[in-house]
Every structure is written in C-alpha cells, then in structure tokens.
C-alpha cells in the first residue's frame, strides 16, 4: 500500500496548457503539502492545508491552484503553463502541523513535469 | 527566521569506509531536526529525526546524527558506507508560522557518492 501516491509521475505538455497532479494519502493525515524541486534539487513549500483548509501559501503565482476536497486529497492544478514551470513536484503529508510537535513529513515518488 | 545550510554540496566516499554529511541550523528555538534520503528519480524517505529526545539518534540503514546545540549542527554519519548509499541527502528543520503552524526549510542537499 502505497502511503503518499501521486499521479503521473511523468507530465509533459506545452507553453499554455493547463494541467492537474492528484495526490493522495492513506495515512489518516491531517496535513497535506506540495514542494516544487528544481533542477539543482532544491525543495521548496509551495502550500500546506490542514483539514482542507490552506494554511501556507508561498508566493506562488496565483497559476497555481490547489484543491481539497477532503483531507485526503490535495490535487495541484496549473493554469497557462511557463518554461519556468518544469520541475519535480512532490506531496506529502503529515499527523499535525502544530508549532513543537512532530511535523514529520512523507513524500510521495514525485511528477517531473515538462513545460516545452 | 530559521535555515539549515549543508557544507558540502557533493561528498564521495570508498565503500566501507565511514560517511559524514554536515549540517548546521539556525533557529531562535529548539527545533525539530531531520535527515531525509532522495534515490535517483525516487521520492524523499526519511533516515532519522531529533524532536528534542536524546541528542544521538538512529535512523534506518545504520545512519545516526547528533544533534549538538552548542555547534548547532546535527551531522549524518555512518561506519561504513555502502554502494546502495548513493543518494542526495537532505537536512532539514522546522520553522515556526504564522497561526502556531510549522513548515519544514530544506537544505540545498549534499549528493553522496560511493565508489568500489
């Protein structure tokens, strides 16, 4: 059973085009995060809900629109994608998020997305 | 606000002889602290965490870092490395947000290389 999966795991698409990543957690989390991860590796948060509700929101371009329908899902959606968009994305999820607690994080395998 | 800086950005070792990957933090609080492997084209699995417990922990595979406070550092080590250990390793702390939230800053990654 795979705990955090997300799907695909391989995106190419052109200049313009909108598309979706769907994540899912069988974990019985509450937290649910995206991180982009460049070309030199570098992982940064992109968002974090908790509970369906947004919690962080980095500065992305509002192109990027997350979506929860229930604790368990937290899909990414990409309007008018750019060159600069390639990357890997991950999920993950974790228990809790609360300040002093245990943040663990689990990650799913990655989508590496092509913008061409 | 807190980071972690990773010295070195690549480390190449013989199998069998010992591994250490350097980390330092910077935070105005104790921190949670982890250590997380990244195969290639895989997604990131954690090694090991330090949640204010003891200071030397075990994580899978035979790795273990100390958490020393005084230095802030919590290098990875491990006796005898292993071809399989070839991987990006990233360290990684907690930083308080806004609400009582945490989020996780990831190092720039440290990409281990063993060889025969």
């Known amino acids: 059973d795979t705990a955090v999966s997300q799907t695909p795991k391989y995106l190419v698409t052109q200049m313009g085009n909108d598309k979706s990543i769907k994540c899912e957690q069988n974990l019985g989390h509450d937290t649910m995060y995206w991180y982009k991860q460049d070309s030199k590796k570098f992982l940064k948060i992109m968002f974090s809900y908790n509970n369906k509700e947004l919690i962080i929101n980095e500065t992305v371009p509002n192109r990027f629109s997350p979506k929860s329908p229930d604790k368990a899902h937290l899909n990414l959606h990409i309007n008018s994608l750019e060159l600069g968009d390639s990357a890997v994305y991950f999920c993950a999820s974790s228990q809790d998020q609360w300040a002093g607690m245990n943040t663990e994080a689990f990650f799913g395998q990655g989508t590496r997305l092509t913008v061409v | 606000a807190q980071s972690v800086t990773q010295l070195d950005s690549h480390v190449s070792v013989s199998e069998g002889t010992p591994v250490l990957l350097r980390c330092n933090y910077s935070?105005?609080?104790?921190?949670?602290l982890f250590w997380y492997v990244q195969h290639p084209n895989k997604g990131l699995q954690l090694l090991l965490k330090?949640?204010?417990?003891?200071?030397l922990v075990k994580g899978i595979n035979g790795f273990e870092a100390e958490f020393k406070k005084s230095e802030t550092s919590f290098h990875l080590t491990k006796p005898s490395a292993h071809m399989s250990d070839a991987a990006e390793y990233f360290c990684v702390v907690t930083t308080p947000f806004s609400g009582g939230y945490n989020k996780l800053i990831f190092g720039a990654g440290t990409r281990l290389a063993v060889h025969p």
């Open positions: 330090y949640t204010s417990a003891a200071t």
């Open positions: 935070s105005s609080y104790s921190p949670s």
